[in-house]
């Protein structure tokens, strides 16, 4: 196991352990002395309105319409089929919250979030035969075959950029749950349970591209010693898992002067309707001289079996979600905070892999996201 892997899987604990203790009481100061602790063990007993009332306003819940906007930054673990399956990788993502409590402390919370990462691909440049092209279209809008012509706009010359992929993922969740407000605890944390749906789709891509050179001839006609052809094959494969089910959770927040700690926990268990699509792509070109600066293309071929190759499967999937934050009031209505989030779906997802280089039917894997949060709150 990798320094960096062994390093977030240990940043999922503490993040659990800092949100468990929604579900046991209440920690007095949580910027106080290490291990300086006054839970509130007598669940069933009357509540202090009195010591509730010595509450100044700023450290009461609030109630009616609230919003909170994140950007994350998590690690995504890569797929089990790749060698490096020990390692992850990073992805920028956004995370909504929109909900409501009411003054009878019942209400509702609804969530999304989204995320276009990590793309990470194993790179390899390659030269082509004819190493320069004088009439560049270079048009990303121009039809397939004069675009792969093109010269690279980075190098300027005629060249595949080989990929490998190594982690390209995609997540997007919505969630609806419903929620109630406990009574506040002693000192003025606050319970919150709830149960609710969720709907999530996790994407995977797999891309593994292969080059190669041969005196073969597009045309059919007998090969000369002059003509070469150069192949680029691309092997792709998009996975797609749809996820409905229910979850089960809490928030716990507390304050202290200008700050409100919190932590929550959402355990999940859903139906996962996977997809897989498997392409091959080849492009070949075919010259009528050895490799050089304006060797003459004497014929092209562009094949795709895109849309030909269907499979699909279903799972069960579980897992859990911990978020521990801390945010400091900047108005009554308005807070920055910053926290750590973990989610991890322990078992039924389907990972991106092609066939000859890698197990393309392990469709139980496991996906762990780790990292760090920072947004703002408005009336929470």
Request: charged fraction near 20%; glycine fraction near 8%.
């Amino acid at each position: 196991m990798s320094l960096l892997n062994l390093t977030w899987r240990v940043i999922a604990a503490v993040t659990v352990m800092v949100a468990s203790p929604a579900a046991m009481g209440q920690v007095h100061h949580p910027f106080g002395k290490p291990m300086e602790f006054d839970p509130d063990w007598q669940f069933f007993a009357p509540v202090d309105v009195d010591s509730i009332m010595e509450l100044s306003p700023r450290n009461r819940a609030n109630e009616g319409w609230f919003a909170t906007y994140d950007r994350t930054y998590l690690w995504v673990s890569r797929p089990s089929t790749e060698q490096s399956s020990n390692d992850g990788d990073f992805g920028w993502g956004n995370r909504f919250d929109l909900g409501l409590m009411t003054d009878k402390r019942s209400g509702w919370l609804l969530s999304f979030r989204n995320m276009g990462g990590p793309n990470v691909y194993d790179r390899t440049y390659q030269e082509r035969i004819d190493r320069f092209n004088a009439n560049d279209v270079n048009d990303p809008n121009a039809p397939v075959q004069p675009f792969l012509d093109a010269n690279d706009p980075q190098l300027g010359t005629r060249a595949y950029i080989l990929g490998d992929s190594l982690n390209v993922a995609g997540l997007t969740n919505f969630e609806i749950n419903k929620t109630w407000r406990r009574e506040p605890f002693r000192y003025g944390g606050v319970f919150e349970p709830m149960i609710g749906f969720k709907y999530a789709t996790f994407k995977d891509h797999a891309l593994n591209q292969t080059y190669s050179r041969t005196t073969a001839t597009i045309t059919g006609a007998a090969p000369t010693a002059q003509e070469q052809q150069e192949e680029l094959i691309s092997y792709e494969t998009h996975i797609t898992n749809q996820m409905f089910g229910g979850q089960l959770g809490a928030r716990y927040f507390t304050h202290y002067q200008r700050w409100t700690v919190s932590g929550e926990f959402r355990a999940f268990a859903m139906s996962n309707f996977q997809n897989r699509e498997f392409a091959t792509r080849t492009f070949q070109t075919q010259y009528g001289a050895p490799p050089g600066i304006g060797v003459a293309t004497t014929a092209t071929r562009f094949d795709s079996s895109i849309g030909t190759v269907h499979s699909s499967n279903n799972e069960f999937v579980f897992g859990f979600e911990a978020r521990a934050e801390a945010a400091y009031q900047i108005t009554k209505y308005f807070n920055l905070r910053a926290g750590v989030d973990v989610l991890n779906f322990a078992q039924g997802i389907w990972r991106g892999a092609n066939p000859l280089f890698g197990d393309a039917n392990v469709h139980d894997a496991d996906v762990q996201m780790a990292g760090f949060t920072f947004g703002v709150t408005l009336n929470r």
